[in-house]
């Protein structure tokens, strides 16, 4: 009877238990998530030179995380306030249809490569190879043709490296915020070897005077 009570004990225990080990799994992995694009939101406040909350108000106005640089873009280059890019985004307008109403020309979106790479770029970039320079002004862009070409030139500019090291990585399925990871993760790296290599230096430069 004593083992057949203990027994039941033990299982309500693990049963009870079970959920709680849930919820601290599915917290880690919502807080590991919400970290991932927080660090890509900080990476566009500081590209384009606003606060970071700023940054979150427009995600918090259901703009997607890859079009909020489309839309700090877009408010730079024809200097209006980016709230009334939100707003237009908002009300249903293409991101072509409001580069058009400000003014802005298809060679804003222009990001030299040395080759016409495949998906998704392929499209986007063949509009410019494909016409003379003089030809541009006919080009017409789809949303996600202004999203690859602003989030191409965005991280290659931010992390310093060619464009095709994010077409490479754009073309292996993962989306902007993955890339700017893996990106961000290799720059990392990077520093940290600069320093050590610094520090190693400095110790050795100071041994090498001793007597």
């Given at each position: 009877?004593?083992?057949?009570?203990?027994?039941?004990?033990?299982?309500?225990?693990?049963?009870?238990?079970?959920?709680?080990?849930?919820?601290?799994?599915?917290?880690?992995?919502?807080?590991s998530?919400?970290?991932?694009?927080g660090?890509?939101?900080?990476?566009v406040?500081?590209?384009y030179?606003?606060?970071?909350?700023?940054v979150?108000?427009?995600?918090?106005?259901?703009?997607?995380?890859?079009?909020?640089?489309?839309?700090l873009f877009?408010?730079?280059?024809?200097?209006?306030?980016?709230?009334?890019?939100?707003?237009?985004?908002l009300?249903?307008?293409?991101?072509?249809?409001?580069?058009v109403?400000?003014?802005?020309?298809p060679?804003?979106?222009?990001?030299?490569?040395?080759?016409?790479?495949?998906?998704?770029?392929?499209?986007?970039l063949?509009?410019?190879?494909k016409?003379?320079?003089k030809?541009?002004?006919t080009?017409?862009?789809?949303?996600a043709?202004?999203?690859?070409?602003?989030?191409?030139?965005?991280?290659?500019?931010?992390?310093?490296?060619?464009?095709?090291?994010?077409?490479?990585?754009?073309?292996?399925?993962?989306?902007?915020?993955?890339?700017?990871?893996?990106?961000?993760?290799?720059?990392?790296r990077?520093r940290?070897?600069?320093?050590?290599?610094?520090?190693?230096?400095?110790?050795?430069?100071?041994?090498?005077?001793?007597?």
């Amino acid at each position: 009877m004593r083992h057949t009570t203990c027994t039941l004990s033990l299982a309500l225990s693990v049963l009870m238990l079970a959920p709680a080990i849930g919820d601290r799994a599915d917290a880690q992995t919502a807080f590991s998530v919400s970290a991932h694009i927080g660090d890509f939101h900080v990476a566009v406040a500081n590209y384009y030179h606003v606060p970071e909350r700023e940054v979150i108000v427009i995600r918090e106005r259901r703009i997607p995380d890859d079009e909020i640089p489309v839309a700090l873009f877009i408010a730079r280059e024809a200097s209006v306030p980016w709230g009334r890019i939100v707003d237009m985004r908002l009300r249903g307008d293409s991101w072509w249809n409001i580069s058009v109403r400000l003014g802005l020309a298809p060679d804003v979106y222009y990001v030299p490569v040395a080759v016409i790479p495949g998906p998704p770029y392929g499209r986007a970039l063949g509009h410019y190879k494909k016409k003379h320079r003089k030809e541009w002004r006919t080009i017409v862009l789809t949303d996600a043709d202004i999203v690859n070409l602003v989030e191409l030139r965005f991280l290659t500019e931010h992390y310093h490296v060619a464009p095709e090291r994010v077409i490479e990585l754009r073309g292996s399925d993962r989306d902007f915020v993955m890339v700017h990871a893996d990106l961000r993760g290799h720059d990392s790296r990077d520093r940290r070897k600069d320093n050590d290599d610094d520090q190693g230096g400095k110790r050795h430069g100071k041994g090498h005077g001793k007597n």
